[in-house]
């Protein structure tokens, strides 16, 4: 909420909204933007494929893309460990990125991030059961535990929030995730103070890493992630709507309740899916939907790709640097986002007008 | 207005102020109990009724013993620390006007939680030197978040964005430290972090008791006006409110009466999310049910610790552990059925 100056000498663009060449000349600004942060975005892939703890010349690199060789270890690096690597932070960047920019749209709620309908917590505690119960240990296990708790923990939020006559509406589905993830939170620990080996591992997996996920991963969660991002990009208009409050949706014909079920759909794809892929990491998706807010104002189909661009920068970006800060070791991406996320998203939030929702 | 309408007004307020109050003195009964029967369990069972007399001076030696010596302190500990929670996250998610906003989630017991793994995993502290880092960590994140988002005054929305920035890295050390540490300390570290009432005595008892005798005028003055900050900045500012010097004493009360919870008894989870707006929808109040909110947050804590010493046999687990499962499901309830009856929200 603007101080009351702030409304006062409201955004010149805004006011001269009914003007066309404005208007244009802003939606040139923004497609520009818009191919800046993609050519950002492949040269950070480029340097996530070139560094890693084992230094590789550059040469040496472009030649395992484009002639691959099986004998060379340098080449089997680049080939087997970075590419795939690079390729997951892409997916899970963009998917976190897009699943918080509709959870906050679908919710109108700041605080909102793809965990609140409960993804992170179901997974969290599908991951830790099967270590418990089953002993299971390997990543490509826990992708699929971690679908499956995403999954059925979001299945239940939207059914608690659903009861009564008024449907879902974003209070309820917010208190609802809110509470069901302090349920299964509750239940995660029991199990993890119960037993120390379970612990040991689970650690690992829930501070949010890309080490050790090969292309078996990558291929596990490619399709979801795929399919969400295709469908989320047709979410913009549908949020426009929808930020307007819930009874001017409905009468610009807007079917309130569809609409909200289809957007917590896609969220599920792409939230789950990342979360399967790299653990829970929670300040992308819940941060990077109003950095891109602060560029693009506040229009959902300008809002969805900037956040699946400069989430994937941010996330690779970190990667990275966890990569070469702490050799011979490796900083969890988790802890590198947030490190270098947080400072930059505060100094955003201080610098702009705030784009309210 | 006519005279009928006036009525009309009077009325309604007149049912909302009896409700208000038969909750407030149901949940204070329902406390009282719950607190008398977590006194009268352990390994020596004590009849409630004798339990009751003990705590007004009339009881044997060996009860008193039981009673007032050992188990005591702890129900006290889980009381107050519950109170705080719960009036701390009204506070909060009013000033905020977001139910999602409470300590837990705006970041002020993250960096509590940070600073007091640091303690334990790096610098192997335990006991009184956890609680003196938590409390600092608290208190310097939040005084973090309000200078940052001071400018030209404190809007509440970039109060909340910053609060998230401060808690994500926040958090990303703790989890950092946990992954660095020996297995078994890290162990220790999330006892810690899930919250315990085990062992503790009247130092803590002392510590919360002091912090609300002393905040305890202060909040009175300032929950009065909370209620005009509610109704949003600029009608707040236009009812002659100074809301940069309200908000600021609300937050400073709220942060430390978390502090404190935190301090005493690692930070609890969910308690100070979930406590309001259920004494909201009971009391149906339309402004933060303070009163009410910290009982509530008192029941879940008294609760939730009878069930963790309790329900399973041997395995004494930490009440942190339990808030979750004991507040939620009833939230869900009260959500579902109160869209049932019609009143939305």
New interface residues.
Partial sequence: ?????A?ASADPDLAAAPARPQRRARRTTLVLGLIGCLVLLILVMLLSIAIGSKQIPLSTVIDALRHYNESNTDHVIVRSLRVPRTLIGLMVGAALGLSGALMQGVTR????DPG?LGVNGGAALFVVGGIYWFGLSTLTAYVWLAFAGAAAASVAVYF??S????GA?P??L???G???T??????T??L???D?DT??QF??W???SFAGRGSDVAAQVAPFILVGVVLSLFCGRVLNAMSLGDDVAKSLGQRVGLARLFVAVVVVLLCGAATAAAGPI??IG??IP?VARLVTGPDYRWILPYSMLLAPILLLGSDVIGRVVALPGE??V??????L???F??IL??RRK?A?L | MTAEAVQVIARARAARQTRSLVVTVVLAVVVFATFCVSLSLGDFKIPVIDVVKTLFGGGDHATEFIVNTLRLPRALTGLLVGTALGLSGAIFQSVARNPLASPDIIGVTYGASAFAVFAIVTLSLTGVAVSAFAIAGAVLTAFLMYVLAWRHGVSSYRLILIGIGIGAIATSITSYLLTKARVEIAQQALIWLTGSLNGRDWSNVRSLAITFVVLLPFMVFLVHQLRILQLGDETAYGLGLRVEVSRLGLIVIAVLLAAVATAAAGPIGFVAFVAPPIARRLTRSPGPAMIASGLLGALVVALSDLVAQHAFGDMQLPVGVVTGVVGAPYLMFLLARANRVGSGG
Avoid: C, W, Y
């Fill in positions: 909420m603007p101080p009351p100056s409304v709620n700041p605080l909102a609140i608690l929030g009861l009564g006559r008024e509406t209070v309820k917010a208190l609802a809110a509470a069901l302090a349920m299964l939170g509750s239940l620990t029991a993890l103070i119960g120390v612990f040991d650690r690992f829930s501070v949010g929670g300040f819940l941060t109003h900083l969890q988790g802890v590198v986002t947030a490190i996320g947080a400072p998203f505060i939030v201080r705030l309210d």
